[in-house]
């Protein structure tokens, strides 16, 4: 497996993490417990099923099955947490327990194989299952988010109208080897004053 298969991974992670974070941090505490009806899932809801299933998967991830024994994922889909506070504490959770375990993967033990729910994959194809997951998850609570907010909603990409500005911008600099998400992950780190 090569470094910066491992870099790049991790920095889609931290991106995605990144655009959850920007949404919670426009919605008022009542909108992340917001549900269209009875059949569809909340913020909250959402995050507790992340968080369950990085907790899952990441935990001892190279030596035990990524369907943990202690997990209950029904319970991830009704309604538990009922603080913000519980809520990020939550969101958090499942994120470092996810870093910790890339950041375990050596030279030395790459070529593990894991297993979920007894399938076994290469380390590889544990990754990309959960790189595939939790963006589509991210992309639910972005949609959430943007519904109730409806015309206050802060867009966290290109915003409508702008992409002809936003291209031009990119194509003025020179040719460059980076990963998309550099600039964007910069761009959103806290200043130091």
């Not at 991830?61 to 202690?70: A, C, M, N, Q, V």
């Not at 593990?112 to 992309?139: D, K």
Request: with cysteine.
């Amino acid at each position: 497996m090569a470094p910066d298969y491992l870099t790049s991974v991790r920095k889609q992670f931290e991106y995605y993490k990144l655009l959850g974070d920007q949404t919670f941090a426009q919605l008022p505490d009542e909108a992340l417990f917001w549900q269209y009806n009875a059949e569809s899932n909340s913020i909250a809801i959402i995050v507790q099923h992340l968080w369950g299933n990085m907790l899952s998967r990441w935990t001892d991830f190279l030596t035990s099955d990524g369907e943990k024994e202690w997990r209950n994922r029904d319970a991830e889909f009704e309604t538990g947490s009922r603080t913000r506070a519980d809520l990020l504490a939550q969101w958090e959770a499942g994120w470092t327990c996810l870093f910790t375990a890339l950041d375990s993967i050596t030279e030395a033990n790459q070529d593990t194989m894991v297993y979920i729910r007894n399938q076994g994959h290469s380390i590889t194809e544990a990754i990309n299952r959960q790189l595939a997951h939790y963006p589509y998850h991210v992309g639910q609570i972005v949609f959430i988010g943007k519904l109730v907010l409806d015309g206050q909603w802060q867009s966290l990409s290109i915003p409508r109208g702008n992409s002809q500005s936003y291209n031009a911008e990119k194509f003025a600099q020179p040719k460059r080897t980076v990963h998309f998400t550099d600039e964007y992950l910069q761009n959103q780190q806290p200043s130091a004053s």
